[in-house]
């Protein structure tokens, strides 16, 4: 065998080997996966809990539906910038939880909760918002909502929270996830306290994926030609045990 061809096979012989061990370009997933030699190694990190906060619902409300621009039955709609959220929820591998339960609620354009312990009542209540959501993800582990842009509003006299929108995810066998998702280029999250804590506890790469990018695309289905979407992936700790 010439130089040349010896030194093709061999090249070939580490494509081979490479492309059977999964570490061509782009699959760094497969690189862990040898690396630590487990499946689990595969999947991105948590997503990060995050505190509930004071304003969970405690007024039930007849509607909870994933239209929270409008009341059912009224013609009038929310104030504010209408957004859509399309989500995944996924296990701890990765895959999708189908029928897990999400909570969604926040505040209104204003900066409101529907709470009576809320203290920002400078900010008015927007009687056409619906404030609250109850979702479950489809067969894809999917869900979507469409919301306006809340408010930013006053934690203390120093601090104002980011635009924020809370989540709580209830899926059968893992634990309860609570947490808070957020609009990039917002100014206020890079000086947000509890975006702060979370990334000292959980690191950028975590902390990141629940800061959220909101753009319309032409080429989308539906509303999202016109409204701007943003997609938010929701990693649970934990795998559902799948009951026999
Ligand atoms: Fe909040």
């Given at each position: 065998m010439t130089d040349k061809k010896q030194s093709e096979s061999s090249k070939q012989s580490r494509r081979d080997f490479?492309?059977?061990?999964?570490?061509?370009?782009?699959?760094?997933?497969?690189?862990g996966a040898i690396l630590f030699g487990?499946?689990?190694?595969?999947a991105a990190a948590p997503t990060?809990?995050?505190t509930e906060g004071p304003f969970f619902p405690i007024r039930d409300q007849a509607d909870k539906d994933a239209?929270?621009?409008r009341l059912v039955g009224s013609d009038k709609v929310a104030k504010g910038e209408v957004v859509m959220v399309?989500?995944?929820?996924?296990?701890a591998s990765d895959k999708p939880v189908v029928g897990a339960e999400i909570d969604v609620w926040q505040a209104c354009e204003?900066?409101?909760y529907n709470h009576p312990q809320d203290p920002n009542t400078a900010a008015p209540l927007d009687e056409n918002f619906q404030y609250w959501a109850k979702l479950q993800t489809d067969a894809e582990g999917r869900f979507a909502f469409k919301t306006i842009k809340p408010g930013a509003y006053p934690a203390t006299s120093t601090w104002d929270r980011p635009t924020h929108i809370h989540y709580r995810i209830k899926a059968w066998g893992v634990p309860t996830l609570t947490t808070q998702m957020y609009f990039k280029d917002d100014a206020l999250n890079d000086i947000d306290q509890i975006l702060i804590a979370t990334r000292r506890r959980y690191g950028d790469e975590a902390?990141?994926?629940?800061?959220?990018?909101f753009k319309t695309d032409e080429g989308a289905e539906g509303e999202s030609k016109k409204i701007?979407?943003?997609?938010?992936?929701?990693?649970l700790s934990g795998t559902p045990r799948i009951q026999d």
């Open positions: 490479i492309s059977k061990a999964g570490l061509v370009a782009g699959t760094t997933a497969g690189a487990s499946a689990d190694a595969l990060p809990s995050q239209d929270l621009t399309k989500g995944i929820v996924l296990d204003s900066g409101r902390t990141d994926s629940l800061i959220v990018d701007p979407t943003g997609t938010f992936t929701i990693r």
